[in-house]
């Protein structure tokens, strides 16, 4: 009884696929192509605007001035930003000098 049962759960599974389709559903792309026509397209661009320097894509300083929602505290920064790279990831420095509590 049980090799009748495994038997017909085997049958009833094999009976339940699908035969494979003539055609790919998903073609595959040539990535060697789409990476050169993206390589392409921007030394393109590049040629034609180059871009700004890292350094002057950012300010010198970061500085706000506002008051918390919650028990409007008042925040003032004025923190200098160094830029370390000069290539296509920039990298920026911010460190942390201190806290100053003023009681009003």
Request: include cysteine; aromatic fraction near 4%.
């Given at each position: ?100 509590v003023k009681d009003q």
């Amino acid at each position: 009884m049980k090799r009748i049962a495994v038997v017909m759960l085997a049958l009833l599974m094999l009976a339940a696929c699908q035969p494979t389709p003539e055609t790919d559903a998903v073609k595959q792309k040539d990535t060697n192509v789409l990476i050169d026509t993206v390589l392409s397209e921007q030394t393109e661009t590049e040629a034609d605007n180059p871009p700004a320097p890292v350094k002057a894509q950012f300010p010198e300083r970061f500085q706000c001035d506002a008051y918390t929602d919650i028990k409007n505290v008042h925040i003032v920064a004025d923190v200098p930003l160094r830029v370390f790279s000069d290539g296509g990831f920039p990298l920026i420095r911010v460190e942390r000098t201190g806290i100053d509590v003023k009681d009003q």
